[in-house]
Nanobody, 125 residues
């Protein structure tokens, strides 16, 4: 079955950068799919960060992350990354990768994703 494995989290000082990766195992890339990054800070609801259409050019970001975070995919299409620059204390959260096979329309709605990774912790302090 599909597995999503995140990596790249860690501790960084404000203003620093991190690059998160999501490896999609057993993922049928020959069908429509979409992938995204979400995060959940302590005591807060999970929120969308960015979404990508792996076989297309469309990428969407929650407004608050535009200009600082960049979602991308590798040529093999089974890894998506989230480059995070100019990190702030409030970016401290667990970051989750998500995927869906219903459609390739990117979405920032977490209810539209079926597969989720275990998350990777990002701490900015």
């Amino acid at each position: 079955h599909v597995q999503l494995v995140e990596s790249g989290g860690g501790s960084v000082q404000p203003g620093g950068s991190l690059n998160l990766s999501c490896l999609a195992l057993w993922f049928p890339y020959d069908v429509n799919n979409r992938m995204g990054w979400f995060r959940q800070a302590p005591g807060k609801k999970r929120e969308a960060v960015a979404t990508i259409q792996p076989f297309g050019d469309r990428k969407y970001y929650t407004d608050s992350f535009k200009g600082r975070f960049t979602i991308s995919q590798d040529d093999a299409k089974n890894i998506i990354t989230l480059q995070m620059d100019n990190l702030k204390d409030e970016d401290t959260a667990t970051y989750y990768c998500a995927a869906d096979l219903v459609t390739d329309e990117p979405s920032l709605l977490e209810t539209q994703y079926y597969y989720w990774g275990q998350g990777t912790q990002v701490t900015v302090s």
